[in-house]
Protein backbone atom coordinates (compact mmCIF):
# COMPACT_ATOMS: atom_id res chain seq x y z
CA UNK A 1 0.00 0.00 0.00
CA UNK A 2 2.89 2.13 1.29
CA UNK A 3 4.56 1.76 -2.26
CA UNK A 4 0.83 2.73 -4.06
CA UNK A 5 1.06 5.56 -2.54
CA UNK A 6 4.30 6.84 -3.07
CA UNK A 7 4.23 6.11 -6.42
CA UNK A 8 1.27 8.42 -6.90
CA UNK A 9 2.85 10.83 -5.53
CA UNK A 10 5.57 11.00 -7.78
CA UNK A 11 3.61 10.54 -10.90
CA UNK A 12 1.44 13.55 -9.53
CA UNK A 13 4.85 15.54 -8.77
CA UNK A 14 6.13 14.73 -12.23
CA UNK A 15 2.60 15.54 -14.05
CA UNK A 16 3.37 18.81 -12.40
CA UNK A 17 6.33 19.82 -13.79
CA UNK A 18 5.80 18.77 -17.22
CA UNK A 19 2.20 20.72 -17.21
CA UNK A 20 2.43 23.31 -14.57
CA UNK A 21 5.35 24.38 -12.64
CA UNK A 22 7.61 27.47 -13.28
CA UNK A 23 10.11 26.47 -11.09
CA UNK A 24 11.28 23.55 -9.04
CA UNK A 25 12.79 23.38 -5.82
CA UNK A 26 14.52 21.06 -3.62
CA UNK A 27 14.74 20.94 -0.26
CA UNK A 28 16.50 19.37 2.73
CA UNK A 29 15.23 19.28 6.52
CA UNK A 30 15.91 18.74 9.99
CA UNK A 31 13.49 18.54 12.93
CA UNK A 32 12.52 17.92 16.04
CA UNK A 33 9.62 15.40 16.50
CA UNK A 34 7.14 15.58 18.76
CA UNK A 35 3.62 12.88 19.44
CA UNK A 36 0.37 14.03 20.92
CA UNK A 37 -1.71 11.09 22.31
CA UNK A 38 -2.45 8.46 25.30
CA UNK A 39 0.74 8.50 26.95
CA UNK A 40 2.29 11.09 29.33
CA UNK A 41 1.06 14.82 28.59
CA UNK A 42 -0.99 17.38 30.50
CA UNK A 43 -1.90 17.19 34.17
CA UNK A 44 -5.48 16.72 33.35
CA UNK A 45 -7.99 14.70 31.50
CA UNK A 46 -9.19 16.07 28.00
CA UNK A 47 -8.81 15.69 23.65
CA UNK A 48 -5.01 15.48 22.50
CA UNK A 49 -3.28 19.49 22.00
CA UNK A 50 -0.58 21.52 22.70
CA UNK A 51 -0.90 20.85 26.18
CA UNK A 52 -0.03 17.02 25.80
CA UNK A 53 3.48 17.98 24.93
CA UNK A 54 6.01 16.66 26.62
CA UNK A 55 9.26 17.95 26.33
CA UNK A 56 11.07 15.73 27.54
CA UNK A 57 9.97 13.20 25.04
CA UNK A 58 10.96 15.28 22.15
CA UNK A 59 13.15 13.16 19.36
CA UNK A 60 13.94 14.19 15.78
CA UNK A 61 13.10 14.11 12.14
CA UNK A 62 14.78 13.96 8.95
CA UNK A 63 13.42 15.33 5.17
CA UNK A 64 13.77 15.66 1.37
CA UNK A 65 11.62 16.95 -0.98
CA UNK A 66 10.74 19.13 -4.10
CA UNK A 67 8.62 22.15 -4.28
CA UNK A 68 6.52 22.55 -7.88
CA UNK A 69 5.78 26.29 -8.14
CA UNK A 70 2.72 27.14 -10.36
CA UNK A 71 2.57 30.66 -9.97
CA UNK A 72 4.03 33.46 -6.95
CA UNK A 73 1.38 32.42 -4.64
CA UNK A 74 0.58 28.33 -5.10
CA UNK A 75 2.65 25.73 -5.39
CA UNK A 76 2.71 21.63 -4.70
CA UNK A 77 5.08 19.91 -2.63
CA UNK A 78 5.96 16.46 -2.18
CA UNK A 79 8.49 14.92 0.49
CA UNK A 80 9.86 11.95 2.12
CA UNK A 81 9.88 11.66 5.97
CA UNK A 82 11.44 9.68 8.79
CA UNK A 83 11.15 10.66 12.55
CA UNK A 84 11.23 9.14 15.82
CA UNK A 85 8.25 9.66 18.25
CA UNK A 86 7.78 8.61 21.71
CA UNK A 87 6.00 9.33 24.87
CA UNK A 88 6.15 8.48 28.84
CA UNK A 89 3.82 8.27 31.29
CA UNK A 90 6.37 9.03 33.95
CA UNK A 91 6.45 12.86 32.43
CA UNK A 92 3.53 13.68 33.74
CA UNK A 93 2.04 14.98 36.62
CA UNK A 94 -1.61 13.66 36.32
CA UNK A 95 -2.39 11.13 38.73
CA UNK A 96 -3.99 8.38 36.26
CA UNK A 97 -1.49 8.81 33.58
CA UNK A 98 1.38 8.36 35.89
CA UNK A 99 0.40 5.64 37.72
CA UNK A 100 -0.61 3.90 33.94
CA UNK A 101 3.11 4.15 33.85
CA UNK A 102 3.24 3.04 30.13
CA UNK A 103 5.81 4.67 27.55
CA UNK A 104 6.38 3.92 23.89
CA UNK A 105 8.65 5.16 21.04
CA UNK A 106 8.52 4.13 17.27
CA UNK A 107 9.89 4.85 13.94
CA UNK A 108 7.99 6.56 11.25
CA UNK A 109 8.01 6.81 7.56
CA UNK A 110 5.88 8.93 6.07
CA UNK A 111 5.16 10.15 2.36
CA UNK A 112 3.34 13.41 1.76
CA UNK A 113 1.40 15.88 -0.54
CA UNK A 114 1.06 19.12 0.16
CA UNK A 115 -0.10 22.49 -1.13
CA UNK A 116 1.29 25.51 -0.51
CA UNK A 117 0.03 29.43 -0.60
CA UNK A 118 2.16 32.27 -0.26
CA UNK A 119 0.88 34.52 2.07
CA UNK A 120 2.78 37.62 2.96
CA UNK A 121 6.00 39.49 1.15
CA UNK A 122 8.23 41.26 3.97
CA UNK A 123 8.86 44.87 3.03
CA UNK A 124 12.51 43.80 1.84
CA UNK A 125 11.03 41.26 -0.16
CA UNK A 126 13.25 38.52 1.50
CA UNK A 127 10.72 37.19 3.92
CA UNK A 128 7.22 35.05 2.83
CA UNK A 129 4.82 33.63 5.37
CA UNK A 130 2.64 30.53 3.85
CA UNK A 131 0.36 28.16 4.93
CA UNK A 132 0.26 24.35 3.37
CA UNK A 133 -2.19 21.37 3.93
CA UNK A 134 -2.17 18.30 1.70
CA UNK A 135 -2.14 14.16 2.51
CA UNK A 136 -0.04 11.60 3.62
CA UNK A 137 1.03 7.98 3.99
CA UNK A 138 2.67 6.77 7.06
CA UNK A 139 3.87 3.56 8.64
CA UNK A 140 4.78 2.99 12.47
CA UNK A 141 5.68 0.17 15.28
CA UNK A 142 5.20 1.04 18.33
CA UNK A 143 7.86 -0.54 20.79
CA UNK A 144 8.75 -0.64 24.24
CA UNK A 145 11.87 -2.02 27.16
CA UNK A 146 10.76 -4.30 29.92
CA UNK A 147 13.49 -5.70 31.67
CA UNK A 148 16.29 -5.11 29.61
CA UNK A 149 14.13 -6.50 26.24
CA UNK A 150 12.60 -4.34 22.96
CA UNK A 151 9.10 -5.82 22.64
CA UNK A 152 7.30 -4.71 19.55
CA UNK A 153 4.07 -4.31 21.37
CA UNK A 154 1.54 -4.68 18.24
CA UNK A 155 2.74 -8.66 18.67
CA UNK A 156 1.44 -8.80 22.14
CA UNK A 157 -2.14 -7.34 21.66
CA UNK A 158 -2.02 -5.54 24.72
CA UNK A 159 -5.62 -4.62 24.37
CA UNK A 160 -6.99 -7.90 23.57
CA UNK A 161 -6.84 -7.96 19.21
CA UNK A 162 -5.49 -11.72 19.91
CA UNK A 163 -7.26 -12.90 22.59
CA UNK A 164 -11.15 -11.48 22.36
CA UNK A 165 -13.20 -12.38 20.06
CA UNK A 166 -13.80 -9.86 17.21
CA UNK A 167 -10.96 -7.44 18.13
CA UNK A 168 -8.46 -7.18 15.52
CA UNK A 169 -4.84 -6.75 15.20
CA UNK A 170 -4.39 -2.50 14.48
CA UNK A 171 -2.81 -1.56 11.26
CA UNK A 172 1.03 -0.48 11.22
CA UNK A 173 0.28 2.38 8.57
CA UNK A 174 -2.43 4.92 8.33
CA UNK A 175 -3.26 8.38 6.29
CA UNK A 176 -2.13 11.59 7.88
CA UNK A 177 -3.33 14.95 6.99
CA UNK A 178 -0.22 17.62 7.45
CA UNK A 179 -0.63 21.07 7.71
CA UNK A 180 0.96 24.16 9.22
CA UNK A 181 2.56 27.73 8.39
CA UNK A 182 5.80 28.37 7.34
CA UNK A 183 8.48 30.91 6.91
CA UNK A 184 11.02 31.61 4.25
CA UNK A 185 14.47 33.49 3.84
CA UNK A 186 16.50 34.45 1.02
CA UNK A 187 20.16 33.80 1.10
CA UNK A 188 21.37 34.02 -1.82
CA UNK A 189 20.40 33.26 -5.49
CA UNK A 190 17.86 31.06 -5.67
CA UNK A 191 18.44 29.87 -1.97
CA UNK A 192 16.42 30.04 0.96
CA UNK A 193 16.21 29.06 3.84
CA UNK A 194 12.71 28.06 5.80
CA UNK A 195 11.05 27.59 9.34
CA UNK A 196 8.00 25.91 10.05
CA UNK A 197 5.19 23.93 12.48
CA UNK A 198 4.26 20.83 10.59
CA UNK A 199 1.59 19.34 11.71
CA UNK A 200 -0.26 16.25 11.16
CA UNK A 201 -3.54 14.74 12.39
CA UNK A 202 -3.61 10.78 11.60
CA UNK A 203 -6.55 8.11 10.95
CA UNK A 204 -4.95 6.01 14.29
CA UNK A 205 -5.17 5.92 17.54
CA UNK A 206 -2.63 2.84 17.98
CA UNK A 207 0.83 4.82 17.43
CA UNK A 208 1.37 4.52 20.91
CA UNK A 209 -0.41 1.22 21.39
CA UNK A 210 -3.23 2.72 23.84
CA UNK A 211 -6.40 3.61 22.62
CA UNK A 212 -9.44 1.07 24.78
CA UNK A 213 -9.26 -0.49 27.86
CA UNK A 214 -7.82 -3.51 29.95
CA UNK A 215 -8.84 -7.00 29.29
CA UNK A 216 -8.49 -9.82 31.83
CA UNK A 217 -4.79 -10.48 31.64
CA UNK A 218 -5.73 -14.73 32.17
CA UNK A 219 -6.58 -13.65 28.35
CA UNK A 220 -3.73 -12.05 27.37
CA UNK A 221 -1.47 -15.06 28.68
CA UNK A 222 -3.78 -17.80 27.16
CA UNK A 223 -3.50 -15.51 23.79
CA UNK A 224 0.27 -14.48 24.09
CA UNK A 225 2.07 -15.56 26.99
CA UNK A 226 3.33 -13.45 30.07
CA UNK A 227 4.78 -11.11 28.67
CA UNK A 228 1.99 -9.93 26.87
CA UNK A 229 0.09 -9.12 30.37
CA UNK A 230 2.98 -7.44 31.75
CA UNK A 231 3.55 -5.19 28.98
CA UNK A 232 -0.78 -4.69 28.96
CA UNK A 233 -0.57 -3.38 32.88
CA UNK A 234 2.26 -1.83 34.23
CA UNK A 235 0.82 0.21 37.02
CA UNK A 236 1.67 1.48 39.50
CA UNK A 237 -1.14 2.88 41.03
CA UNK A 238 -2.96 3.36 44.26
CA UNK A 239 -6.00 3.83 42.92
CA UNK A 240 -8.20 0.64 43.72
CA UNK A 241 -8.95 -1.40 40.57
CA UNK A 242 -7.18 1.12 38.54
CA UNK A 243 -6.42 -1.68 36.31
CA UNK A 244 -9.54 -4.03 36.04
CA UNK A 245 -10.56 -5.39 33.16
CA UNK A 246 -13.04 -2.70 31.52
CA UNK A 247 -11.20 -0.14 33.53
CA UNK A 248 -9.76 3.05 30.84
CA UNK A 249 -6.58 2.67 29.38
CA UNK A 250 -6.63 4.76 26.73
CA UNK A 251 -9.09 7.52 24.94
CA UNK A 252 -10.69 6.13 21.67
CA UNK A 253 -12.24 9.64 20.74
CA UNK A 254 -8.84 11.00 19.65
CA UNK A 255 -6.97 9.98 17.27
CA UNK A 256 -3.00 10.24 17.17
CA UNK A 257 -0.86 13.69 16.52
CA UNK A 258 2.52 14.54 16.02
CA UNK A 259 4.09 17.07 14.72
CA UNK A 260 7.35 18.70 13.61
CA UNK A 261 9.48 21.66 14.01
CA UNK A 262 11.52 21.84 10.56
CA UNK A 263 14.36 23.98 9.85
CA UNK A 264 15.45 23.21 5.97
CA UNK A 265 17.61 24.48 3.59
CA UNK A 266 15.69 25.09 -0.15
CA UNK A 267 17.40 25.46 -3.67
CA UNK A 268 16.30 26.33 -7.08
CA UNK A 269 17.27 23.54 -9.52
CA UNK A 270 15.30 25.57 -12.57
CA UNK A 271 12.93 27.38 -14.08
CA UNK A 272 9.86 26.45 -16.49
CA UNK A 273 9.11 27.66 -19.98
CA UNK A 274 6.84 30.50 -18.60
CA UNK A 275 9.34 31.71 -16.38
CA UNK A 276 7.65 31.92 -12.68
CA UNK A 277 9.93 32.98 -9.57
CA UNK A 278 7.38 32.18 -7.18
CA UNK A 279 9.43 30.65 -4.08
CA UNK A 280 13.01 30.16 -5.56
CA UNK A 281 14.02 33.61 -4.13
CA UNK A 282 15.80 34.83 -7.23
CA UNK A 283 15.57 38.53 -9.23
CA UNK A 284 13.17 37.26 -11.48
CA UNK A 285 12.02 40.55 -14.27
CA UNK A 286 8.87 40.98 -15.66
CA UNK A 287 8.21 44.03 -17.85
CA UNK A 288 5.91 46.85 -16.98
CA UNK A 289 4.99 49.74 -18.86
CA UNK A 290 8.08 49.24 -20.96
CA UNK A 291 10.65 49.18 -17.79
CA UNK A 292 11.94 45.90 -16.32
CA UNK A 293 10.59 45.43 -12.46
CA UNK A 294 12.64 43.44 -10.16
CA UNK A 295 11.06 41.05 -7.45
CA UNK A 296 11.47 37.50 -5.07
CA UNK A 297 9.47 35.19 -4.37
Avoid at 187 to 201: D, F, I, T
Avoid at 234 to 257: V, Y
Wanted: charged share 20%.
Amino acid sequence: MINKTLTLLILTTSLSIKTYSQSVNFMFGVSSSHFLGDLGGKPFLGTNDFQDLDILSTRYAVTTGFRFNFNKYFAIRTNLWYARVSANDKYTSNRERRGRNLNFYSNIFEGDLTAEINLYNSRNKKGMWYLFGGVGYFTFNPKTRLNGNVYELRDFGTEGQFAVSGKEPYKLSSLCFPFGIGHKWAVGRGQYLSMELNLRKSKTDYIDDASTNYVDPNLLIAAKGPDAAALADRNISDIPGFSSPGAIRGDPKNNDTFFFICFAYNITLGNGKKGSDFGNMRRGRSKMNGRQKCHQF
